[in-house]
């Protein structure tokens, strides 16, 4: 299933070194020594997540159909304009942010604010419906960011640990 | 707005009156002298809610496009089986149940295990999919119920205060 | 740390093979072949997380500094009488419940209305306050129970995924 | 109840001015012809609302018991670092940013991100404990700004409807 998420994120334009950028650009403030392979992974472990590939799945099929013109009136002007009251692509965003607990809530909502890469180009592209796609890839980054703030966290607390054995 | 949303749901199945039915099974334990007039304007009152309008436009559409074919694969399947870790289906209602506080959720969650009236007869009518649907109208139901709660507390204080002032 | 949430779970009544018999009686009628065992590793699992830990040690306290008169008027009559509307007590445990997916938030809803086990027995003990620990606990077995689904439907998965291969 | 609020959160430094500020600079680019006065008047509608109530009198307790002490460790110990992963002030806090939607969701990701005035004053001021508060603030400041957008948005439909009826 995974590859068949990577396949579909490629197709609307949407590289998993791109989203990888985004969490290095989030999370390099807090993690001296972050490398963007270790971004790159934690992309990959929550593309993994069956939740997260299913909220993936519904997204970009809303962005399709909507371009394709199935989705009838009045919902497909409201998400052809990325009505900022619509708030559906948000709840489904959300829920792809939140898997590694509230930390990721606020991730999103900056990235929200503050597109860039990957997320800037998808919302200025014209020819296609981004309305889910840019916000379910601030979603993507706010989780695999949680999730290396977590790691680290971890990683950290053991080698107190350790130090205390030692000493 | 709120009348294509009425007229979407009866086209569906949903009438009103059978959602204030559960609204009024769910709050009649806790409101003594409940009507089923005060849970259908509840009922109203969320329907309001442009939020609400924009989730229920796009779980209805979600499930139209899976009964029409034109969601692809693995998608379609998932929602046609109603597969219980989709998720999907439970974020948008839960934002519908939610628009009244966390009260709204308990109620979802009980709704959800105990299908009853309206919501189990589009649980069991298999040529339609009503995947979205039913956790829609739970989900209207939870907040039109914590909706009551709130006022009928507000009341409770009002009339506290009011003997207070009194005496 | 998980240590000293399993002590401060005991010194308030909450033994984890009590949770772990919620957990039974949640996730049996779907997964045929459980084993308490297995529900118990589920809920230490659950207790390894850490943003649970922090929200455990927050509700407990709560709790307790309430028996102990430390809260101020009006909130402490409000958590006393463990007032339907006041919310904060479900906002803490659905965090707990949500860890992983949307599907333990139903389980939670469905236990706050149907309380059994130790759930009961807490809710019913007037010498002590439990307004949290009560919502705590059943957040814990959802998350537990929403664990196991995953994990039974991963196993499911890889042995259709292995028949297959295999013929 | 709204004036205890307004009393406890002057008593920890902040004035619902500062809070309307907040308000302004976030919804000002969307909303011409905002005014402060109508900031304030959405501060004073979302502390109105009864879970905004309990939860702001939840969040200023923990401070102030941390402040005073009666918090355990390791739990006390966390709330005074402001830990990054504790998480229950960002919980609380979102439980107020959402009554209007999930639109104040970003708004309170972006501010958590860009203190600015109060919070900022909140966050750096270190004789006090304001692990909780800064977040609140934030809580409150986001649900008045998505009100405020809600209600721009019902006007200007509005007078859309009558142009339309007009010609």
Avoid: W
């Avoid at 972050?34 to 997204?59: A, M, N, P």
């Avoid at 809530?105 to 800037?120: A, P, Q, V």
Wanted: proline share 2%; glycine share 6%; aromatic share 6%.
């Amino acid at each position: 299933m995974k590859d068949i998420i990577i396949e579909r994120l490629e197709e609307r334009g949407v590289k998993l070194k791109a989203v990888a950028d985004i969490v290095y650009t989030l999370q390099k403030p807090y993690s001296e020594n972050l490398s963007i392979d270790e971004c790159l992974e934690s992309v990959h472990k929550v593309l993994e997540k069956r939740e997260v590939q299913y909220t993936l799945l519904t997204g970009i099929a809303l962005d399709k159909l909507t371009e394709k013109g199935h989705i009838e009136e009045p919902l497909s002007s409201i998400i052809k304009s990325d009505e900022p009251l619509y708030g559906v692509d948000e709840s489904l965003a959300l829920a792809i942010a939140n898997i590694y607990g509230t930390i990721g809530f606020t991730s999103f909502g900056y990235l929200d604010k503050n597109k860039f890469g990957i997320m800037e180009k998808l919302d200025t592209n014209h020819d296609k419906v981004n309305t889910f796609l840019d916000d379910l890839v601030a979603g993507i980054a706010s989780a695999a960011s949680a999730r290396i703030a977590h790691q680290k966290r971890n990683e950290k607390e053991a080698k107190m640990k350790e130090e205390k054995e030692v000493s």
